[in-house]
């Protein structure tokens, strides 16, 4: 992973943005999740099952070696449930596996 530009050079560890651990992890959970799996074998329709199942993997991992307190994984989840209702609402009554072809793939994160 690479990180550009000059900010980044003179940012203390202290002040690592939110995100990154969390991004981190995420990625290197879906290394973990394709060892000897073909993702272009996954049809697209079925990306919640590796997306979602990247996030709450990484939210145990980062729990595990506390990276996260529970307030944040409370936190994350809550965010989760709400999300997958409203983008799951918006497909008035189209199930989870349509939301690529609508346009909010973003239903696959929050609803896996």
């Not at 060892?35 to 979602?52: A, F, K, R, T, Y």
């Not at 145990?60 to 994350?76: F, K, M, T």
Request: glycine share 10%; hydrophobic share 40%.
């Amino acid at each position: 992973m690479h990180l550009y530009g000059e900010a980044w050079a003179q940012l203390p560890r202290e002040r690592t943005p939110d995100w990154l651990p969390f991004f981190l992890a995420y990625d290197v959970t879906h290394l973990f999740q394709s060892d000897g799996l073909d993702s272009s074998q996954v049809p697209e329709d079925q990306s919640w099952i590796h997306e979602g199942g990247a996030d709450a993997l990484t939210l145990l991992v980062l729990s595990e070696l506390g990276g996260l307190e529970a307030s944040q994984i409370d936190g994350q989840l809550a965010r989760a449930q709400s999300s997958c209702s409203a983008g799951l609402a918006a497909q008035s009554g189209k199930p989870l596996n349509a939301s690529a072809p609508l346009g909010p793939f973003e239903n696959y994160y929050s609803c896996g």
